[in-house]
């Protein structure tokens, strides 16, 4: 929609006021809020200032100006605003040169696109994401000098077969790892994700599908239709502000953690991922599973930076908590077609060659999409160019594999800490093209470090107290 045809849009629907979202560093969508009146078409081109040292991850206070620059095109009626509210996802510039900042995550995803037509390899990334979440009841958290405590609860949750419910508990409770595609009144959830995903539709969010996940204790998920690289990344941020504001609605709260839980399945953001030109999917061919050469070699380059890959799409300790054998979770570093222990999963479904794409199951949605989309395109990119080799598939079931051949297998790292290690020493692919930069990478090691891996380091568990307490 161009900035003309939005100001005809606000007078018609009698709006009252214009909200900016932008998304941090980390991938949290911040925002404001300016009277209608504040809008005309000068505004999609000089922009909105704020003050830029106030977000994490970002200026300084001496250099704090920014400007926020609404962009047409991703306008969008606010569903959860009580006053009629047109909502617009922004870009950051600088206010003195007016050029993209460059640890604003939406300009990385842009330069990615920008980067792959200017390669002629393709024009089109297309990214559909698969993010999970829990639906709660409750959830009750703290931590202090003197005691720390988590505690959350779902009435679905096995936990919950002898508490006292209102009137009478009416069991139809889920057994861990059993939230698989149960019905009702086992999955007590099918109206709340039906709404989520209408509130979606209404924004001109494509949906495949929407279910309850594997874990007992309210596991969700809710698929995007696959789109280009940059537009997924922004439904991904539409896609947590509904499902969070719509649980709100029914008294419950969703968490994108991907560990919440102790004993059951965690939340992944599976991405299947594809190349394209002039119209024409480039992964369809007549190597392994169907695949072309080029998804071949893209396969071997997310293998080959896995490791630094998932420090940007894994990018929480509580990350490394999902990923342990015994889950589902894809931990070894191989490809196969159809299975899902493997991190790299040829899905075939379909025969027919625009479906044809690969899907990295390690990445988990505490990411930054517009960051974990286009690292992964670079990383797939670099084993285009460069022609890497994955290697041999894999088409055994990897937990069923004796130790002597997992040891043949490569694994992600095991803490952040280890990929954040891995990222600083192999980040080269990142900078091609100018994409991301060694300000971007550095700032991103340096904050996970100090903000989130030290200050954990320092604070007791109540684990520590169960495992080491009575020594």
């Not at 057994?175 to 979606?200: C, I, N, S």
């Not at 309210?218 to 499902?243: C, H, P, V």
Request: hydrophobic fraction near 40%.
């Amino acid at each position: 929609m161009k900035p003309a045809e939005i100001l005809n849009l606000a007078k018609d629907q009698k709006i009252k006021m214009v909200d900016c979202k932008f998304a941090d560093l980390m991938g949290t969508w911040q925002h404001f809020t300016v009277p209608v009146a504040e809008l005309s078409e000068e505004l999609f081109e000089e922009g909105l200032g704020f003050d830029g040292s106030s977000i994490r991850a970002w200026r300084a206070i001496n250099e704090s100006d920014m400007l926020v620059l609404p962009d047409p095109t991703t306008v969008k009626m606010d569903p959860f605003c009580k006053e009629k509210t047109l909502s617009f996802i922004c870009s950051i510039i600088d206010p003195i040169t007016h050029v993209p900042y460059n640890r604003d995550p939406r300009a990385i995803a842009h330069k990615a696109e920008e980067y792959l037509k200017s390669t002629g390899i393709a024009d089109t990334a297309f990214m559909g994401a698969e993010a999970e979440f829990f639906i709660f009841d409750d959830i009750r958290y703290e931590q202090n000098e003197f005691s720390g405590f988590y505690r959350v609860d779902s009435v679905e949750a096995q936990w919950n077969t002898g508490r006292a419910e209102g009137v009478s508990n009416l069991g139809h409770k889920i057994r861990l790892k059993a939230g698989y595609f149960p019905v009702a009144p086992t999955d007590q959830h099918q109206d709340l994700r039906t709404e989520m995903v209408l509130e979606m539709e209404n924004l001109g969010i494509a949906i495949e599908c929407q279910h309850h996940e594997v874990a007992a204790a309210g596991q969700a998920e809710i698929d995007l239709r696959f789109d280009s690289l940059l537009n997924m990344a922004d439904k991904m941020m539409w896609y947590k502000y509904i499902t969070k504001n719509v649980a709100r609605r029914h008294g419950k709260t969703v968490t994108f953690m991907p560990k919440p839980i102790f004993g059951d399945n965690g939340s992944g953001m599976h991405t299947h991922q594809s190349l394209w030109k002039n119209g024409k999917p480039l992964f369809s061919g007549d190597k392994y599973a169907g695949l072309s050469e080029m998804a071949l070699h893209y396969i071997g380059g997310i293998i080959k930076h896995a490791p630094a890959l998932v420090a940007i799409t894994n990018p929480t300790t509580n990350s490394y908590k999902r990923l342990v054998p015994g889950y589902e979770a894809p931990i070894k570093l191989a490809y196969s077609s159809r299975n899902r222990s493997a991190a790299v999963r040829i899905p075939m479904y379909s025969a027919s060659p625009k479906s044809k794409r690969i899907e990295f199951r390690t990445p988990d949605p505490t990411c930054n999409p517009y960051l974990a989309f286009a690292a992964m395109l670079l990383a797939g990119l670099d084993g285009v160019i460069n022609k890497i080799d994955p290697g041999q598939p894999l088409d055994k079931n990897i937990y069923g594999l004796s130790p002597q051949e997992l040891k043949t297998i490569p694994s992600i790292p095991a803490s952040l800490e280890e990929s954040l290690a891995a990222l600083k020493e192999d980040h080269e692919f990142l900078l091609t093209g100018g994409v991301f930069t060694e300000d971007l990478i550095a700032t991103f090691i340096d904050y996970k470090m100090e903000y989130e891996i030290n200050e954990l380091r320092l604070r007791p568990t109540p684990g520590e107290f169960f495992l080491y307490y009575d020594i």
